[in-house]
């Protein structure tokens, strides 16, 4: 059974920095490509980062400015995001996913597995 869970997320005030943590299990994730999605309250869920086996790595440029890093530790099936100078607009809930096919892409549709999600909360 496939498990992606996340953890590292909660209450932080604007400014801050949190690094969030998705371990991988229940398969071999060799060549597969992880990615960080968001969902905030009314919206729809968009494309945060991703990075491929490779470490090769897309951002959403509009979302993340340069103040969030996608990284991974391929040992250990686990891949981290770094948030930095976070903001009240980051507010939302951060899925972890998974593709197989292990090319980076935006598309919610193209991950074949999805964690259950960590809450951020950023106050002004």
């Known amino acids: 059974q496939v498990q992606l869970v996340e953890s590292g997320g909660g209450l932080v005030q604007a400014g801050g920095s949190l690094r969030l943590s998705c371990a991988a299990s229940?398969?071999?994730?060799?060549?597969?490509?992880m990615g960080w999605f968001r969902q905030a309250p009314g919206k729809e869920r968009e494309f945060v980062a991703a990075i491929n086996w490779g470490r090769g790595k897309l951002y959403n440029g509009d979302a993340v400015k340069g103040r969030f890093t996608i990284s991974r530790d391929n040992a250990s099936n686990t891949v981290y995001l770094q948030m930095n100078s976070l903001n009240p607009e980051d507010t939302a809930i951060y899925y972890c996913?998974?593709?197989?096919?292990?090319?980076?892409?935006?598309?919610?549709?193209?991950?074949?597995?999805w964690g259950q999600g960590t809450q951020v909360t950023v106050s002004s």
């Open positions: 996913a998974a593709r197989g096919a292990g090319t980076v892409v935006t598309a919610r549709g193209g991950y074949d597995y």
């Open positions: 229940g398969r071999t994730f060799s060549g597969y490509a």
